[in-house]
């Protein structure tokens, strides 16, 4: 399993790749923003996307409109602050598939995590 | 006359920013904040780093979370496993991290759905100082964590009519 992370805090990558380890992914692929990683995407193939939302150059929201106006159908989960409904939605109608906000246990998103490892 | 600077800051808006910083510490590091201290005022805390993250909308200010050293130091350590030796760039990145969790968790907790967060920056030095805008209400909450104290200041003025 293939898995992009992308958040412009290199501290979060290092803790969200710890939980990914956790669940035994270790063929994972770092991004700081949204258009460093839709450039990754394109040359690489993923089986899994976990973005935050608020990045510079190019945002997680926009990152996953990129991602789906090339057809992938790739699980995508925004990991973010922003924890408004309507954000939600707004996420959700661009396309994400599953949502966590920060601050997040790892267990909690260990959890999450284990969904995607156990079908691929 | 309406002061208009004195209506900047109600309890009810500091109150989010105490309970996002005790839910933060909580849920990421697994420690416990207290409240040591709270007071009003302009005036600035004197730590090692600063992370800083703006509020705009029908909300408009910054949010200054401030921790010495060893303090991020030991966060850094209890988050990344292995403890920095001095502030690099891990730990400006985990101080900023931690200064954009706290403001969107409050912005939630504030429910006010029109504020939009900027992207956190982080200052660094031995007393350094972070001024807030003219005319903005100052309000500093002083916590204490297992690895010593933290600060958080909120400034906020009235949104721009």
Redesign the interface.
Known sequence: MKVLVVDDSGVMRKIIIRSLNAVGVIDIVEAGDGQEAFSLFKSESFDLVLTDWNMPVRNGLELVTDIRSTGSKVPIMMVTTEAQKTQVITAIQAGVTDYLTKPFENDTLRKKLDKYVSVS | MTNVAYECITQSMVVPFIESTK??FS??LGSDVVVASEDAGRGNIAFDISGIISFSGSIQGTAVISLEKEVALSI?ET???TRPTKID??VR??V??LA??I???S??RLSN?DVA?G?PTVVTGKGHEVSFEPGAQVRKIHFETQWGPIAIEIGMRAPKS
């Open positions: 839910s933060v849920t990421m850094a988050l990344l496993g760039d891990d990145d985990l900023g991290e954009n969790m403001g969107g968790n912005k939630e759905s967060l992207l």
